[in-house]
């Protein structure tokens, strides 16, 4: 008896170490802390998955490496941004085309547009500017310029709230100044590596001057959608639209956009703006097109 109760310490031991997994081999080890050093995901995911599919029993220590390397790089990520002054940590993109022709007729348009946003834990900044214009034989025939400021504070993974402050100026459909202002409640539809749908909707007031000098300010309601479909690594599928309506009076704004990456900084676009007005001033259209080829530029 007591024999046996002298046995019964390496008995549990050696039971407990027939239960411990076997350990991740040297060389596939060394391959993942090599990713890890060289900070690439799409490399770390790679080698992480073929350790898993060769070593299915070490699963739970290779996730363990993954894991930890994870949450030291978003703990520095944030670390910085924290540390980081407003005028830091921007990224933005600058968008422009244009044509020129002569002889039976002189025409020139122009289209840019740009971008800034700044991306923080909680809160995101957009700054956008874009510009139309269009002259044909001495006279405009479209001179649209725009701008808007939007911050958001994200409060969960995919909710958010918006802030936006917005100026119009298009004296084609009668007014040379137009104001919005909204706040609301968005949502990450869909988050996924192929496809991204963002929509948002709030209470707006907005405020025009027209051409003729007359003012007037209203109360309404906007909302938008942001889609963005990554067909290939290099080709991109967009489409935003935004709408504003009250009482009497409606407007439609939608972009739809195939974007094609030339490299890792400069891309080429094919898009196409329709503009709805359900109340003009020098215009019977209510619809406005405008068909762009546009090179652009990130930074």
Do not use: C
């Amino acid at each position: 008896m007591r024999h046996s109760l002298f046995l019964l310490p390496f008995f549990f031991t050696s039971v407990a170490r027939a239960e411990e997994p076997p350990l991740l081999p040297p060389a596939v080890r060394e391959m993942l802390e090599a990713a890890i050093a060289n900070g690439n995901e799409t490399e770390i995911v790679t080698i992480a998955k073929i350790a898993r599919q060769t070593n299915p029993a070490s699963s739970d220590e290779i996730q363990r490496m993954v894991t930890s390397w994870k949450d030291r790089t978003k703990a520095t990520h944030d670390a910085v941004i924290r540390e980081a002054r407003f005028t830091d940590l921007w990224t933005g993109r600058i968008e422009a085309g244009g044509f020129r022709s002569t002889g039976s007729t002189s025409e020139i348009g122009i289209s840019a547009n740009a971008t800034a946003t700044r991306t923080g834990i909680e809160w995101s900044h957009k700054l956008t500017a874009s510009a139309d214009y269009r002259r044909a034989n001495g006279v405009t025939s479209r001179e649209r310029y725009f701008g808007s400021y939007e911050p958001r504070y994200q409060f969960d993974p995919r909710g958010f709230a918006y802030g936006l402050v917005q100026f119009e100026r298009d004296t084609s459909i009668g007014y040379d100044e137009r104001y919005t202002a909204s706040t609301g409640i968005g949502y990450k539809l869909i988050v996924s590596k192929k496809v991204d749908l963002t929509v948002d909707a709030g209470p707006a007031v907005r405020h025009a001057k027209y051409v003729s000098g007359e003012r007037e300010t209203k109360v309404g309601g906007r909302a938008s959608m942001d889609l963005a479909w990554r067909i290939t690594p290099t080709l991109t599928f967009k489409q935003t639209a935004s709408g504003y309506a009250e009482s009497r009076v409606f407007t439609l704004n939608s972009l739809t956009a195939l974007e094609t990456k030339v490299t890792d900084r400069w891309s080429a676009a094919l898009s196409y703006n329709v503009q709805y007005e359900s109340e003009t001033l020098l215009s019977d259209k209510d619809f406005d097109t405008l068909s762009r080829l546009t090179l652009s530029y990130d930074f």
